[in-house]
């Protein structure tokens, strides 16, 4: 059973457009959704989370946004770059345990 | 000043053979993992320590075997090695999983 999924699976964007990544979850235990940027050869870094009270987080060009009731959040990348080219993974964390999206790997375009 | 590194970083060995991957964590985290990552960059936990303790182990053959030596390190130990097992390993660190995880860089290993 995937507890976590994640749309689409690539996608290509035009440097300065917007990207966004689509995730949905299962479980109603789930209490962190960080969201993680892995490039080629590197481990997957923490980019970006939210806690499943407020609706919307901003961190620079990346917002998270998080429908509690449809069980579903996003990442959105504002003017997108091609120093953003990497694959994107959400996850859904409760105590003790993290599960990961398929993830997406994103392609900007100059 | 690494917060998580995996040695080696590439691991090339023959069927059939044992191998142990090492990780080692200066961040003072509480939990370290393993997490095996497929040719379709699909990340899987394997096992999960807090404290030196086991608190996940996922399905995972018995092949594989984790040692925490002390809660900065996490080593994997993989006996009989199977082409199967060709993956990239990553080593991860959390103070706790709803502060997110420190990743290692990874290990590459290939089974041939």
């Known amino acids: 059973q995937q507890q976590v999924k994640q749309s689409p699976q690539s996608l290509i964007v035009q440097k300065g457009g917007i990207s966004i990544i689509n995730c949905a979850y299962e479980?109603?235990?789930?209490?962190?959704f960080p969201w993680y940027q892995q490039f080629p050869g590197k481990g997957p870094a923490l980019l970006i989370a939210i806690r499943p009270d407020v609706s919307e987080k901003k961190e620079g060009r990346f917002t998270i946004s998080f429908n509690k009731s449809a069980k579903q959040f996003s990442l959105h990348i504002m003017d997108s770059q091609p120093g953003d080219s990497a694959t994107y993974f959400c996850a859904a964390s409760s105590p003790g345990k993290s599960t990961f999206g398929d993830g997406t790997t994103l392609t900007v375009k100059p | 000043d690494t917060a998580v590194s995996q040695t080696p970083k590439y691991l090339v060995t023959q069927m059939g053979n044992d191998k142990s991957i090492k990780c080692e964590q200066n961040l003072g985290h509480d939990t370290m993992y393993w997490y095996k990552q497929d040719s379709k960059k699909f990340l899987k936990i394997m096992f999960s320590y807090n404290n030196k303790e086991l608190i996940i182990n996922e399905t995972v053959p018995n092949r594989f075997s984790p040692k925490s030596p002390d809660k900065a390190h996490l080593n994997l130990h993989i006996n009989s090695l199977e082409l199967g097992d060709s993956a990239v390993y990553f080593c991860?660190?959390?103070?706790?999983?709803?502060?997110?995880?420190?990743f290692g860089s990874g290990t590459r290993l290939t089974v041939v």
């Open positions: 991860a660190s959390s103070q706790d999983s709803i502060r997110g995880y420190t």
């Open positions: 479980n109603t235990a789930f209490d962190y």
